[in-house]
Nanobody, 124 residues
Framework: QVQLVESGGGLVQAGGSLRLSCVASGRTFSSSAMGWFRQAPAKEREIVAAISWSGGSTYYAESVKGRFTISRDNAKNTVLLQMNSLKPEDTAVYYC?????????????????WGQGTQVTVSS
């Protein structure tokens, strides 16, 4: 069983930065693709960024390209999401997720493990 714990959310002004961290327990982290998702009120959960098991391949939603960076440290069982130039529309609960496969896909339903979520609020 893999457990994911996110941290790093908070309140920030538009244009500011936050870094989200997700620490995983379990032996399968280094062979798992990981993703960051977000869900705003009354909206569906959507993928923000994803990274393959080795970190060699990454994916970004169009809305965050050039502003967010996903990375991972398999030695520390950690995946990070650096968020720069934040906008009010980035406000949401952000979730870390993992799947039992080496490569990422975009549908949330394809990810088996989920963290509890961390709130990100961007004020205008």
């Amino acid at each position: 069983q893999v457990q994911l714990v996110e941290s790093g959310g908070g309140l920030v002004q538009a244009g500011g930065s936050l870094r989200l961290s997700c620490v995983a327990s379990g032996r399968t982290f280094s062979s798992s693709a990981m993703g960051w998702f977000r869900q705003a009120p009354a909206k569906e959960r959507e993928i923000v960024a994803a990274i393959s098991w080795s970190g060699g391949s990454t994916y970004y939603a169009e809305s965050v390209k050039g502003r967010f960076t996903i990375s991972r440290d398999n030695a520390k069982n950690t995946v990070l999401l650096q968020m720069n130039s934040l906008k009010p529309e980035d406000t949401a609960v952000y979730y870390c997720a993992g799947r039992i496969a080496r490569y990422y896909v975009t549908p949330p339903s394809e990810y088996e493990y989920w963290g509890q979520g961390t709130q990100v609020t961007v004020s205008s």
